[in-house]
């Protein structure tokens, strides 16, 4: 139930939260530097911890729903409170999160415990007031929108209007207007009238983070749509489609599988998209539709393992990608608790590992190389001695900052690029 799900930092970075397998949220609040420990700042505690998600049960179709958040989206801050949008497979819910450091004493009507006074007991009137009690931060559910899906949610998106957001499922996206929880647009559909002609699924959709009218879709295929919601309301019809033609040197039976696309993220800037299938990662220009301008190795190393893999079903693992701040460096994870960071603009690449033995606080990270047979030297990890049950699938990036935040089964490892 502690298996970390998802990880997103807020708009500011202040505030880190993740989801869990058993639907809770924890939300980490970054330490204030003080002036007698200047070097504190920097470090995330935990902030607020709340079970966002229950199990349910579809009685109709006799079907299991898991509690498990799959992804957490953070609304910019207007005011004092925060607020937070996280979904399961099902079910989208809009979180308020609050302090609270007064509460109002001195009622007139009712005792200190809440309780219902006499009325003739009273024969003074009170004036209440507001006394200081220890901090308090309140979560609390201000909407729910509930029953749009007949398929699993991938993935959640806040629009640059902040009016509205998406929810997308394996063949359809929803628009949503946050004030309205009983009806959303049906924005994308890409089902079959037979089912049996199902071809692809939708995987991961995001919003332009500047254009409030376009949004782009990754499907199973290794394609990638962008739409444009002024075109037409349903946008079934894309405004581009970039797909990256095959090598047929390269086919084999798993060229299907490696080619789905998991998670696509548009730039800071908007100009770029990045997509990460199974072995790579691809950054397209939004003005170039034939062909990636960047293609990044992850783990070219297993290209030989694939048959292995396929059979105790890792092919199928889900792995993210994220954005640095100024879109000049690019993380996803690996295997073995391995993640990997490339840069654009030097074309350097490092492969880093987060695990317990060599994480103590202050740490520096040693990069890490995988050698693929012949003579191992000995700071090298051998291919065959992998773990793939210890994978990095969910990461993030601090917006401004160059902190991660990378989860490791039911671990959260925060680094913190080296201060001098």
Same mark, same amino acid.
């Given at each position: 139930?502690?298996?970390?799900?998802?990880?997103?930092?807020?708009?500011?970075?202040?505030?880190?939260?993740?989801?869990? /397998? &058993?639907?809770?949220?924890?939300?980490?609040?970054?330490?204030?530097?003080?002036?007698?420990?200047?070097?504190?700042?920097? %470090?995330?505690?935990?902030?607020?911890?709340?079970?966002?998600?229950?199990?349910?049960?579809?009685? =109709?179709?006799?079907?299991?729903?898991?509690?498990?958040?799959?992804?957490?989206?953070?609304?910019?801050?207007?005011?004092?409170?925060?607020?937070?949008?996280?979904?399961?497979?099902?079910?989208?819910?809009?979180?308020?999160?609050?302090?609270?450091?007064?509460?109002? #004493? &001195?009622?007139?009507?009712?005792?200190?415990?809440?309780?219902?006074?006499?009325?003739?007991?009273?024969?003074? *009137?009170?004036?209440?007031?507001?006394?200081?009690?220890?901090?308090?931060?309140?979560?609390?559910?201000?909407?729910?929108?509930?029953?749009?899906?007949?398929?699993?949610?991938?993935?959640?998106?806040?629009?640059?209007?902040?009016?509205?957001?998406?929810?997308?499922?394996?063949?359809?996206?929803?628009?949503?207007?946050?004030?309205?929880?009983?009806?959303?647009?049906?924005?994308?559909?890409?089902?079959?009238?037979?089912?049996?002609? =199902?071809?692809?699924?939708?995987?991961?959709? %995001?919003?332009?983070?500047?254009?409030?009218?376009?949004?782009?879709?990754?499907?199973?295929?290794?394609?990638?749509?962008?739409?444009?919601?002024?075109?037409?309301? *349903?946008?079934?019809?894309?405004?581009?489609?970039?797909? #990256?033609?095959?090598?047929?040197?390269?086919?084999?039976?798993?060229?299907?599988?490696?080619?789905?696309?998991?998670?696509? /993220?548009?730039?800071?800037?908007?100009?770029?998209?990045?997509?990460?299938?199974?072995?790579?990662?691809?950054?397209?220009?939004?003005?170039?539709?034939?062909?990636?301008? %960047?293609?990044?190795?992850?783990?070219?190393? *297993?290209?030989?393992?694939?048959?292995?893999?396929?059979?105790?079903?890792?092919?199928?693992? /889900?792995?993210?990608?994220?954005?640095?701040?100024?879109?000049?460096?690019?993380?996803? &994870?690996?295997?073995?608790?391995?993640?990997?960071?490339?840069?654009?603009?030097?074309?350097?690449?490092?492969?880093? %590992?987060?695990?317990?033995?060599?994480? /103590?606080?202050?740490?520096?990270?040693?990069?890490?190389?995988?050698?693929?047979?012949?003579?191992?030297?000995?700071?090298?990890?051998?291919?065959?001695?992998?773990?793939?049950?210890?994978?990095?699938?969910?990461?993030?990036?601090?917006?401004?900052?160059?902190?991660?935040?990378?989860?490791?089964?039911?671990?959260?490892?925060?680094?913190?690029?080296?201060?001098?």
């Amino acid at each position: 139930a502690d298996i970390i799900s998802t990880v997103e930092f807020n708009h500011t970075g202040e505030l880190l939260a993740t989801g869990d /397998k &058993g639907g809770r949220v924890v939300i980490f609040q970054r330490e204030q530097e003080s002036k007698n420990q200047p070097h504190r700042r920097g %470090e995330y505690n935990v902030y607020s911890t709340f079970q966002s998600h229950e199990p349910e049960f579809d009685y =109709l179709k006799s079907l299991e729903i898991e509690e498990k958040i799959n992804k957490i989206r953070w609304l910019p801050q207007q005011n004092a409170a925060y607020f937070l949008l996280s979904t399961n497979d099902k079910t989208v819910k809009l979180w308020k999160v609050s302090e609270r450091d007064k509460r109002p #004493e &001195g009622y007139n009507l009712k005792d200190e415990d809440g309780r219902l006074r006499d009325p003739s007991m009273i024969t003074v *009137l009170r004036v209440p007031v507001l006394r200081p009690m220890d901090l308090m931060v309140e979560a609390t559910p201000r909407r729910v929108f509930a029953n749009a899906h007949t398929y699993h949610i991938n993935s959640i998106s806040v629009n640059s209007d902040y009016e509205t957001y998406m929810s997308a499922d394996d063949l359809r996206i929803n628009l949503w207007n946050f004030e309205i929880t009983n009806q959303s647009f049906n924005i994308v559909d890409i089902k079959p009238a037979n089912m049996e002609e =199902l071809t692809e699924v939708i995987t991961a959709a %995001e919003f332009h983070p500047h254009h409030c009218n376009t949004f782009v879709y990754s499907s199973s295929k290794g394609t990638i749509r962008l739409c444009d919601m002024r075109a037409a309301a *349903l946008c079934d019809r894309h405004a581009k489609f970039f797909e #990256e033609p095959e090598d047929p040197s390269n086919r084999s039976f798993f060229s299907e599988i490696i080619s789905s696309i998991s998670d696509v /993220k548009f730039s800071h800037s908007g100009r770029y998209i990045m997509t990460r299938d199974y072995l790579t990662v691809k950054v397209w220009d939004l003005n170039m539709e034939n062909r990636p301008i %960047e293609t990044y190795q992850v783990h070219d190393y *297993l290209r030989s393992k694939l048959c292995s893999l396929y059979e105790n079903d890792c092919i199928f693992d /889900k792995f993210e990608c994220v954005w640095n701040g100024s879109d000049s460096v690019i993380m996803t &994870g690996s295997y073995n608790n391995f993640f990997r960071m490339f840069d654009r603009n030097t074309k350097r690449d490092v492969t880093l %590992e987060a695990s317990r033995e060599n994480s /103590k606080p202050r740490a520096i990270l040693k990069p890490r190389k995988v050698c693929v047979g012949g003579k191992r030297r000995k700071d090298e990890i051998s291919v065959d001695s992998l773990d793939f049950s210890k994978k990095i699938l969910h990461t993030a990036w601090h917006p401004s900052e160059n902190i991660i935040a990378v989860a490791a089964t039911n671990n959260l490892y925060i680094f913190q690029d080296k201060v001098n």
